[in-house]
């Protein structure tokens, strides 16, 4: 028999966060934002997008959300959907564009036929599931089945959210296939297409008339502190055991914390969420009852290396050589003629590789004109030779 006193008093982490952080749990994540009540509303597009979908609007506008990575262009069109859905509206996601235009034109008529599914018994069910599975069929055989889909939900408009649009430049037959059906359905449906600057750029050069169908363009910028902060009081407010009796909104952050942590987030709430939510998880490691400015230090520190750390894990052997040799060649100032020729590829091979590292964020591209177009890496080198094995 186990002599109970002789067992310490060992306090979970559930009851640590909630004794000394006044929280049920860890809110503080860096995944999109699907709830109202959570979001930051910065711009008055969705106030429009509310109003227009509510006032049955003659003919709709389809959106391009631009921004750079972690801004929150998922959490807009998070937001919207669910606006949708309280008017009983059909909201489809999809949440990247694969780099064939075959398997993106699937994908679609999939996310449509399971919401279609959710609300209606669908004629031919198994015909357009045939149609999601083969292997080999022409894109334009499976959008006259997902347009055929499309028409059969009601109410309209439809929502479709199409995010992650890095590969969308380099599938050529995906514009004509949207060029006149958008503007055709212009009362039927409202697309939300979120891209990178530099994706929108290239789909504006060589996409015009596909980007020209999407007269909303919502260009979300970096979050000013005071945003930041309600972010950050937003989302700690939802886990909250005791909303009456708080020492802080912040709590446990101390000011001193908070300040570090808005100089790392440098506008993006992704960040400032991902070091937030890593500080909280090492302070219950270490039951320490508040967090000071030397914790987000470290947090920062390790947030920055496990996101480096994941990101090669998803590059290829050739993208993972080319930012190795960029950093061989000094990092910066970087043509792509100079990279052909030390990779001893041809230029245009090396162009996805490159666009694969401007994505990922370990790169950054600069010049307006083709000619002048240089790279930089902006990504640790030091860190980069340790993955690479020091190469």
């Not at 000394?20 to 934002?33: A, M």
């Not at 430049?169 to 939300?192: M, V």
């Not at 270490?286 to 994941?310: E, P």
Request: one cysteine or more; glycine letters at 6%.
């Amino acid at each position: 028999m186990t002599n109970t006193q002789d067992v310490p008093n060992i306090q979970t982490g559930k009851d640590f966060l909630g004794e000394h952080y006044n929280l049920s749990f860890n809110p503080l994540t860096p995944d999109p934002c699907t709830k109202i009540k959570e979001y930051v509303e910065r711009t008055d597009e969705l106030k429009r997008f509310e109003r227009d979908i509510n006032l049955g609007t003659k003919k709709f506008c389809s959106y391009l959300v631009i921004g750079e990575k972690g801004l929150g262009k998922t959490s807009f069109v998070n937001i919207c959907m669910k606006k949708a859905q309280n008017y009983g509206l059909k909201t489809i996601y999809i949440p990247n564009v694969p780099n064939s235009g075959q398997k993106f034109i699937q994908d679609l008529l999939a996310a449509t036929l399971k919401t279609a599914e959710e609300f209606m018994d669908v004629p031919g069910g198994k015909t357009y599931s045939e149609y999601i599975h083969k292997k080999s069929v022409h894109p334009k055989t499976v959008f006259e089945k997902w347009t055929e889909l499309i028409d059969q939900m009601q109410p309209k408009p439809v929502i479709v959210a199409i995010d992650e649009t890095d590969n969308l430049p380099g599938i050529s037959q995906i514009a004509p296939l949207f060029n006149n059906y958008i503007f055709d359905q212009a009362k039927n449906i409202i697309f939300f297409l979120c891209t990178l600057p530099g994706t929108y750029k290239e789909m504006h050069e060589n996409m015009g008339a596909f980007t020209d169908r999407f007269p909303l363009v919502m260009d979300i910028t970096p979050f000013s502190k005071e945003e930041l902060m309600l972010c950050l009081e937003k989302k700690l407010s939802s886990a909250r055991i005791d909303k009456k009796n708080m020492k802080s909104l912040y709590h446990p952050f101390d000011m001193d914390a908070i300040n570090v942590l808005l100089e790392y987030a440098n506008g993006v709430p992704r960040y400032m969420l991902e070091i937030a939510g890593e500080a909280i998880q090492e302070s219950l490691n270490n039951k320490d009852v508040m967090i000071n400015k030397g914790m987000i230090v470290a947090a920062a520190n390790n947030v920055q290396r496990s996101t480096l750390d994941k990101a090669w894990l998803h590059l290829t052997y050739m993208e993972k050589e080319t930012l190795v040799k960029m950093i061989e060649l000094g990092g910066e100032g970087l043509k792509l003629v100079e990279l052909a020729d030390a990779l001893n590829k041809t230029k245009g091979t090396i162009v996805p590789y490159l666009n694969k590292l401007d994505a990922c964020g370990l790169i950054e591209r600069g010049g307006k004109k083709p000619a002048d177009i240089i790279y930089k890496v902006i990504a640790d080198a030091e860190s980069i030779k340790r993955l690479s094995g020091g190469r």
